[in-house]
């Protein structure tokens, strides 16, 4: 099968004008929730309306799918410019039990996420940037466990001399903590507040 093909699929009757109106509703909303269960990432609104007629809002299905699913273990999230399903918090504890499928936050240490968050805040920033700001050489290694759970990425080359890589966080990295955007981050006094002050660098 053909991208173009499986990205526009001819096959796919997206109006369903021999449905009654709120039959074809319902039916899109099922589309839409057979997209967000089938992705692992977020999913953008360019994408979801796709799978419906045209003029249809995205937002109004979503929402009223938000509303079918309340009581249940699961809800749609929006983040990182796209909406998937959770896990509901409470239900965390239960699945961290049942198996080794546990946040991926939880193997970091204090001080990694300390080093995340001055990531996030000081993006692109190399690691003497990061030595700046905590006074003392970031590893390697932390950098690569950082990378390796796709929380941050490689930015541009500093200006700097030698031109080292720069460091940005990513779109898993707002997954990870639930952010719609980078503009969602908290502010700086309420870093403070929970002992976390990442100073400028």
């Known amino acids: 099968m053909s991208m173009a093909r499986h990205r526009r699929d001819p096959e796919l009757d997206r109006d369903l004008a021999d449905l009654p109106p709120e039959l074809r509703w319902r039916e899109w909303m099922r589309r839409i929730e057979a997209v967000l269960f089938a992705s692992a990432s977020p999913v953008p609104r360019e994408d979801l309306a796709r799978v419906v007629g045209q003029g249809v809002s995205v937002d109004l299905l979503v929402e009223d799918l938000t509303a079918d699913l309340v009581g249940r273990t699961f809800e749609i999230a929006q983040v990182a410019g796209g909406w998937m399903f959770r896990t509901r918090a409470a239900?965390?504890?239960?699945?961290?039990?049942?198996?080794?499928?546990?946040?991926?936050?939880?193997?970091?240490?204090?001080?990694?996420?300390?080093?995340?968050?001055?990531?996030?805040?000081?993006?692109?920033?190399?690691?003497?940037?990061?030595?700046?700001?905590?006074?003392?050489?970031?590893?390697?290694?932390?950098?690569?466990?950082?990378?390796?759970?796709?929380?941050?990425?490689?930015?541009?080359?500093?200006?700097?001399?030698?031109?080292?890589?720069?460091?940005?966080?990513?779109?898993?990295?707002?997954?990870?903590?639930?952010?719609?955007?980078?503009?969602?981050?908290?502010?700086?006094?309420?870093?403070?507040?929970?002992?976390?002050?990442?100073?400028?660098?």
């Open 91 to 201: 239900y965390a504890p239960a699945i961290r039990a049942a198996a080794d499928v546990g946040n991926q936050l939880l193997d970091l240490n204090e001080f990694d996420i300390a080093v995340l968050a001055a990531i996030a805040y000081h993006q692109p920033i190399a690691r003497d940037g990061l030595k700046d700001i905590f006074g003392k050489e970031i590893s390697r290694d932390l950098i690569g466990r950082l990378h390796a759970r796709e929380l941050i990425g490689t930015g541009p080359r500093s200006p700097r001399r030698g031109a080292p890589y720069t460091f940005v966080t990513t779109e898993q990295f707002l997954v990870a903590f639930g952010l719609k955007t980078l503009g969602d981050l908290p502010d700086r006094e309420q870093l403070d507040d929970a002992g976390l002050s990442i100073r400028a660098g």
